[in-house]
């Protein structure tokens, strides 16, 4: 005889909003519309996004993706060149020219309006002090607006603390769009303490997306006994999505990118789990962890919404006029999960 065994309950706060920002959705459906208007093969240097399963999704489509320009052959250059959403050195667009390469620049305009902020800093005689974090494709690109020797890199409170710029009466400050709000008011109060001077750009940089997703974690972290951030090891608003948590009162919080890993027999005696995404992260992953619970527990999902997100960022004018299919817009609205590897079963 057959005796039914009855799932523990869970409770899990899903948190909204989460996954792709309008930035990101703008950047994976430039690449589809070249690709619809061009043909394959489109360049893509660096990842469009940080994230894994979108980018294999894109390379099934016929997407190339290269570190550099000189990866791109001879025989492909009428093909075009994407420059990804966390923007570009001013070097890039100038060696496309140079090498005679069509190209169509995904950067965020959140992320172009930073540069935008830098560079006029520098327009008006300030040394520029970008906050944020070193290495990242968007501080890269941030920095490489500007003349060498103009702006510096300041990552912590404790860098604020001890930096010592030539000209104290003359700087002014940006940030890396992806940071943790509360880690920049912190270095930005050091900053401002150690040099009142200092000019603030005209608008907050942080960008919209990184804030709303903070604040439903905030939101939705107290009491949870575990906290699941959907998003790659190397996205920066992923990152600080899982210290935003354990800072509000996750008990403990991971970063994923697939259900596949979960360690089932490491999460313990659990009866409430948060659930969000970074702004690179689909849906249809989010969707891939909530069945793998449902496998495991008998869930209850409780949305943990803070606001509405209306944003829309128009793609580039050459591509205006092509139509997506409507499997092309599950794609890019990260809903496709008839596109999933066949390792998306993995852990469910």
């Known amino acids: 005889m057959n ?26 459906q430039i690449v589809v519309l070249a690709l619809k208007a061009y043909g394959a093969p489109v360049y893509v240097r660096h990842e469009i996004v940080h994230n894994r399963y979108v980018v294999e999704g894109l390379e099934a489509k016929g997407a190339i993706f290269v570190e550099e320009l000189h990866e791109i052959p001879a025989e492909h250059r009428e093909q075009p060149v994407v420059f990804s959403a966390h923007g570009v050195p001013k070097s890039v667009p100038e060696d496309a020219q140079a090498r005679n390469l069509f190209y169509l620049d995904a950067t965020c305009p959140l992320v172009s309006k930073v540069h935008k902020q830098a560079m006029r800093h520098q327009r008006l005689g300030r040394h520029v002090v970008l906050i944020g974090h070193a290495g990242h494709p968007e501080v890269i690109g941030t920095m490489g607006q500007l003349p060498e020797g103009t702006v510096s890199l300041v990552e912590t409170v404790e860098d604020a603390g001890v930096y010592e710029p030539v000209d104290r009466e003359n700087l002014g400050f940006v940030t890396q769009t992806t940071l943790s709000v509360d880690d920049t008011a912190g270095v930005i109060a050091r900053l401002q303490e150690r040099f009142p001077a200092i000019q603030a750009p005209a608008a907050d940089s942080i960008c919209y997306a990184t804030t709303n997703r903070q604040d439903a974690v905030k939101q939705a972290a107290p009491g949870c006994d575990l906290f699941i951030v959907v998003g790659a090891p190397n996205s920066s608003n ?40 970074g702004a690179s992260a689909p849906e249809v992953i989010v969707d891939e962890i909530i069945e793998a619970f449902k496998a495991r527990f008998d869930t209850t999902l409780d949305l943990a919404v803070t606001v509405e997100e209306t944003e829309h960022f128009l793609v580039n004018r050459e591509l205006r006029s092509i139509e997506l299919t409507t499997d092309d817009m599950a794609f890019v609205n990260g809903n496709a999960s008839n596109a999933l590897p066949p390792k998306a079963a993995a852990g469910i």
Not at 16 to 27: N, S, T, Y
């Open 238 to 277: 992923s990152k600080r999505l899982v210290e935003v948590a354990l800072r509000a009162g996750a008990k403990h919080s991971v970063l994923v990118q697939r259900a596949s890993e979960i360690d089932w027999n490491e999460i313990g005696d659990i009866r409430t789990v948060g659930l969000s995404a």
């Open 3 to 28: 005796i039914a065994v009855s799932k523990p309950p869970l409770t899990i706060r899903l948190c909204g909003p989460r996954g792709f920002c309008a930035g990101v959705d703008r950047a994976i």
